[in-house]
């Protein structure tokens, strides 16, 4: 493709050579070592390096020019474009290059503070259910076509987006459903996408070392639903229990279902369609419940367990029907999705107790867990937790008080600290605990820590090992190291004598 096609639409701020625009690009890159002769090199700021420092090393392994929006420098001048957005002007181009897949490929994106990986999970589910070839793009991993890929971001950069979804279509793919997280939408990893259908799940205190102000942080949200370039979605599902977003804004394009449990009036809202769980049945085996939608009634059952999983369940069976997608077909998908990764996720090993590990790492999010460990009336929650270094300070007492709020004993630790002291971090947390009288413990060493938590615990407790989910590194100040909270606590467990039968 020449480099004219490559460029529609872009805000080019440089003239270019009529010579150049007729030369075919082989490729794009943000990352120079990916560059290959004939590709064209995105330099733009990044969070830890700025790509303008590899430019020359870019155009030494044979770049046919570098796009940026700085102005060029160091006699590079024949060789650079200059527009006015980096990030999106990577985000049109590689549209341009892929072929505009985004056309042919029905998109979802989910959004919101909690229950993205889990929402995106199910209404993945639920294609896959109905026989689409489908893409997920998360937290946890990425999914192509029935391939697994490690998970770079929560949101990739918009060229390997669309380089996903030329890939999919090119296998038989129809479907791809994302987690748009607030720095993707603010960075423009998304920019120019068309999505058939967008979700919002929930908006509590969060990501704020990077968008500083929660108004900022809604305003991220905002842009999946009216973008800064490309069409509005075909179709929104919104959470209506959620007050913030009942503030979101929307084009009179999109066509908006509410969902909830907590509200009886949506024929009175703004709204196109609705969706509302009835006669909810939460056991230690997971959910029960009937979908009404819009006059529709039909039951649902997932091993899922706790109420934040309806609401999780009702986006996903919002998103599904906006896809054509069947009673049966909807509630297939929900039988196949035994465990979410790191979402309440139990450790068995036989004891008389329950161990389980979830990602919840705000205070909104832990007391969601805590929440649904409560509602399995166990004799004790015992709750162990950290808080980011480097990261929002202004949360973390507002998660010690979730913690000491609503738990028998609680434990405070390191959750990847990074350059901060594990210390101070605790103590940073512990104002808030300290306004309840709850019992807690403070150890710097997650794996002591864990020790300590599953040491404690009896016959009937519930213990809590929160913050870090899925992931399996520990972030300290020289770097991260391999940690696992699943598989430490399976090896406290067994080093105390329990075993599962025939492990």
């Given amino acids: 493709m020449d480099l004219q096609r490559v460029l529609e639409g872009v805000p080019v701020l440089s003239k270019v050579p009529a010579e150049m625009l007729e030369a075919q690009v082989r490729g794009l890159a943000y990352d120079s070592r990916k560059v290959e002769p004939g590709y064209l090199f995105f330099a733009f700021g990044g969070a830890k390096v700025d790509g303008v420092q590899f430019a020359a090393a870019a155009l030494q392994k044979g770049a046919l020019a570098i796009v940026s929006d700085r102005p060029s420098f160091g006699g ?47 209404i993945d589910s639920m294609l896959r259910a109905a026989g689409k ?9 990425y999914h192509l076509a029935g391939r697994v890929l490690p998970a770079v971001n929560t949101t990739p950069e918009s060229l390997d987006l669309f380089r996903m979804f030329h890939d999919l279509e090119q296998m038989g793919g129809t479907h791809a459903t994302l987690e748009a997280s607030s720095h993707a939408l603010d960075l423009g990893r998304i920019f120019a996408m068309e999505f058939r259908a967008a979700g919002f799940t929930n908006f509590t205190r969060d ?34 229990d959620d007050e913030t977003a009942l503030r979101l804004e929307f084009s009179s394009e999109t066509e908006v279902f509410w969902y909830g449990i907590d509200h009886e009036d949506f024929p009175r809202r703004k709204r196109v369609g ?4 009835e006669a909810i ?6 959910l029960r419940f009937i979908v009404e939608a819009d006059g529709r009634r039909f039951p649902v059952e997932s091993p899922l367990v706790g109420r934040i999983n ?10 599904a029907l906006t896809h054509g997608l069947t009673e049966e077909q909807i509630q297939k998908g929900l039988a196949n999705l035994q465990t979410v990764p790191g979402r309440f996720e139990r450790v068995e090993e036989g004891q008389p107790f329950m161990v389980v590990v979830d990602y919840a790492h705000t205070d909104d999010a832990l007391r969601n867990v805590i929440t649904v460990a ?15 270094g480097d990261r929002d300070r202004s949360k973390r007492p507002l998660m010690g008080m979730a913690a000491g709020e609503l738990s028998d004993y609680v434990i405070l630790t390191s959750d990847n600290p990074r350059s901060e002291d594990p210390l101070a971090i605790i103590n940073d947390a512990m104002v808030g605990l300290r306004r309840f009288d709850t019992p807690y413990a403070a150890e710097p060493d997650r794996e002591r820590a864990i020790k300590k938590a599953i040491e404690t615990a009896g016959p009937g407790d519930v213990v809590i090992l929160a913050g870090k ?20 606590a399976q090896r406290v467990l067994r080093s105390i004598g329990y075993s599962r039968p025939n492990s």
């Fill in 281 to 286: 049945e939460s056991t230690f085996e997971g």
């Fill in 76 to 122: 590079l001048h024949n060789s650079w474009l200059q527009v006015t957005h980096g990030r999106q002007a990577l985000a049109l181009a590689s549209r341009n290059f892929y072929g505009k897949p985004d056309q042919r490929i029905a998109l979802t994106a989910v959004t919101g503070t909690n229950g993205k990986t889990t929402s995106t999970l199910l």
């Fill in 374 to 388: 409560r509602g399995m009336k166990p004799k004790r929650v015992i709750t162990l937790f950290g808080c980011g």
């Fill in 274 to 277: 609705w969706l509302r769980a």
């Fill in 207 to 240: 990501h704020l070392d990077y968008h500083q102000t929660m108004e900022a942080y809604f305003a991220a949200k905002q842009l999946l639903f009216t973008p800064r370039s490309g069409p509005p979605p075909r179709f929104a599902v919104i959470n209506a």
């Fill in 310 to 319: 309806v609401y999780n369940i009702l986006l996903a069976c919002g998103v």
């Fill in 469 to 488: 989910g899925h992931e399996t590194y520990q972030i300290l100040r020289d770097g991260p190291i391999p940690f696992d909270d699943r598989e430490v």
């Fill in 133 to 141: 070839t489908t893409a997920l793009i998360g937290t946890i991993e």
